[in-house]
């Protein structure tokens, strides 16, 4: 009995201390882990400004950030006349008072975009002409607001047309109805003209399933034959525990950075869901065997991330902790998820520690 509690008193400091040691090798936060390697930021939404915690947890880990509505045309533009710059100023003054970049997310997007600026007025699909004016004034107000305030845009958001949706390249949005395939290198060109300093980015989903790969990279060439500006492609991240594999993720950095752009993964999320399952099953808590898959997941990804970091030169996680994720409520409404690095309380998860983990290996 004696034995078997000395043996403990002395175990237990031994172990304690080989922790300590290896987390001492351990950088204390995200940003820091990587400086070598690429940007790591996470979007902010409208409340952050008043949770401090979650300003304190962006300024320990993140270098960029994303507003993740406040800049998309509905909320900063919704009528005609009418712009609300108030939230983006606010992230932007955040930032700037803090040293972290912020990237422009999005100036041109089917979704969350009003239906006045595709109409003319009177129910009626408004006039090539008049829409591209509508860019034109859209991006040219925005960007020069926060000229030499915004590091780099999404110029262009997810107009390549899903394979599960068809063959054609592009997604049939009213910006192609109405304009027709030139509406992107528009955007593009519009996007220039009102900061040539700002890098441009062509940002979408699913960039790692080989058919949509195929298509990124003939959207791409085809930009940079008409002499486009662009310098880099986001791709979205929003994976699960199950897939995309590693494998496919390599061949899309690999086949993208080929074009001589840089690649930047934008959206990271990680779900704990198959993507459509209904079942709420983890409202109370996640076993800890789950939250080890996702830690697996994170941390084989930013292996990758830091294998390829000459051709990676940012990654974004979409939000900072499991409670504002939008994946409560998406695709399946108030089902509770917990995708991100932080737990509801804005306490690392093993994901986390596997992510620093990967920082640390070669
Ligand atoms: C897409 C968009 C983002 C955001 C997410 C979900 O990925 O690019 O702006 O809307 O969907 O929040």
Redesign the pocket.
């Known amino acids: 009995m004696y034995k078997s509690i000395k043996s403990k008193c002395l175990i237990m400091p031994a172990l304690l201390l080989c922790i300590l040691i290896s987390c001492a090798r351990w950088p204390s936060n995200l940003k820091t882990a990587f400086k070598n390697d690429f940007q790591i930021g996470a979007t902010l939404g409208y409340r952050f400004n008043a949770d401090s915690t979650l300003k304190e947890l962006t300024k320990t880990h993140f270098n960029v950030i994303t507003p ?2 406040q800049m ?1 045309w509905g909320p900063i533009h919704p009528k005609e006349e009418d712009y609300n710059f108030a939230p983006m100023d606010t992230l932007v003054g955040f930032a700037l008072q803090n040293n972290i970049k912020v990237i422009g ?2 100036l041109t ?1 089917h ?2 975009t009003p239906g006045w600026v595709f109409e003319d007025g009177e129910n009626n699909p408004a006039k090539r002409g008049v829409l591209l004016q509508r860019m034109q004034n859209h991006i040219s107000t925005v960007v020069s607001r926060y000229n030499g305030k915004i590091h780099g845009y ?1 110029v262009v ?2 107009a390549i047309c899903d394979p599960k949706d068809g063959p054609e390249l592009l997604r049939n949005s009213k910006y192609l109805q109405i304009i027709g395939p030139d509406y992107i290198e528009k955007a593009f060109q519009f996007a220039r003209q009102a900061d040539p300093d700002a890098q441009l980015y062509y ?1 979408d ?1 699913n960039l790692a399933n080989p058919d949509k790969r195929a298509k990124a990279v003939e959207l791409i060439k085809s930009l940079q034959n008409k002499g486009v500006h662009i310098d880099a492609i986001g791709m ?1 991240g ?1 994976w699960n525990i199950y897939e995309p594999t590693v494998e496919q993720v390599e061949k899309s950095i690999l086949a993208y950075s080929a074009l001589g752009i840089d690649v930047m993964i ?2 990271m999320d990680i779900s704990l869901f198959r993507h459509k399952d209904e079942r709420d099953i983890y409202r109370e808590s996640v076993p800890d065997s789950i939250l080890q898959l996702q830690a697996r997941r994170y941390g084989e990804m930013f292996k990758l991330f830091k294998k390829h970091s000459d051709r990676i030169s940012r990654v974004t996680f ?1 939000g900072t902790t499991d409670k504002y994720s ?1 994946l409560n409520n ?1 695709p399946v409404r108030d089902r509770v998820n917990h995708p991100l690095l932080f737990d509801r309380g804005a306490k690392p998860k093993p994901a986390y520690f596997a992510v620093l983990k990967a920082a640390t290996e070669q």
């Open positions: 993740e509505n998309k997310h999005t997007w979704s969350q999404d958001n997810e940002n989903y979205q929003h934008t959206e979409w939008w998406w």
